[in-house]
């Protein structure tokens, strides 16, 4: 059996450990990007760092334009900027995005979006950042029916609730506060 030597050890874990970081990395800085806002230094009003934020986004206007990033994904990721900017540490933080209505193709793998709207799908990064980042991405599944959407052309981590107002519902009976950007 072969001797490895605790520095050994220690780079193969760093190496292994390096995409999974490197892909952190990637995503916060998406979520960075999106989520950027003016950085208010008086604030009178401060933020309850003990408390647990859990918050529904009602999301189901799509992008103006099928090359542009749904503007309702850009609020959970301003939350998590402003979180951080007011030290409120991330574990505190819950949220959820239940989509219907003309944002349900955002939804889509890219390949389909460009077969449904003839451009790439702009809010794909933004979507993976977030799931990476913890956030639910929830789309009514009469939506889908409606819009003649198969599961199998969703991103992988979409989940599917039988309408959005059932997932607004349950979220809400789990503690969560719907708002609507």
Same mark, same amino acid.
């Given at each position: ?7 050994? @050890? ?42 647990? /934020? ?7 206007? !799509? ?8 503007? !309702? ?7 998590? @900027?402003?979180?951080?900017?007011? !030290? ?24 389909? /979006? ?24 929830? @789309?009514? !599944? ?6 003649? *959407? ?7 981590? @979409? ?11 349950? *979220?809400?009976?789990?503690? /969560? ?5």
């Amino acid at each position: 059996m072969p001797r490895h030597t605790p520095i050994a @050890v220690l780079a193969l874990a760093a190496a292994l450990a390096l995409p999974a970081a490197l892909a952190a990395q990637a995503g916060d800085a998406v979520i960075k990007k999106e989520g950027e806002s003016p950085l208010v230094t008086e604030s009178t009003f401060p933020v309850a760092k003990d408390l647990v /934020y859990r918050i529904a986004w009602a999301v189901n206007v !799509g992008p103006e334009k099928p090359e542009e990033v749904v503007p !309702g994904f850009r609020r959970p990721a301003n939350f998590l @900027v402003l979180g951080d900017r007011n !030290g409120l540490p991330r574990k505190n933080v819950h949220q959820a995005v239940v989509i219907w209505g003309t944002a349900t193709h955002s939804l889509l793998k890219n390949d389909a /979006y460009k077969a449904a709207r003839g451009a790439d799908n702009a809010s794909i990064p933004l979507l993976q950042a977030l799931h990476d980042a913890g956030v639910q991405i929830i @789309v009514c !599944g009469e939506a889908l029916i409606n819009r003649k *959407l198969s599961r199998t052309d969703l991103l992988p981590f @979409v989940k599917i609730a039988p309408t959005a107002t059932m997932a607004l519902a349950t *979220l809400n009976a789990q503690g /969560y506060t719907t708002f609507a950007p």
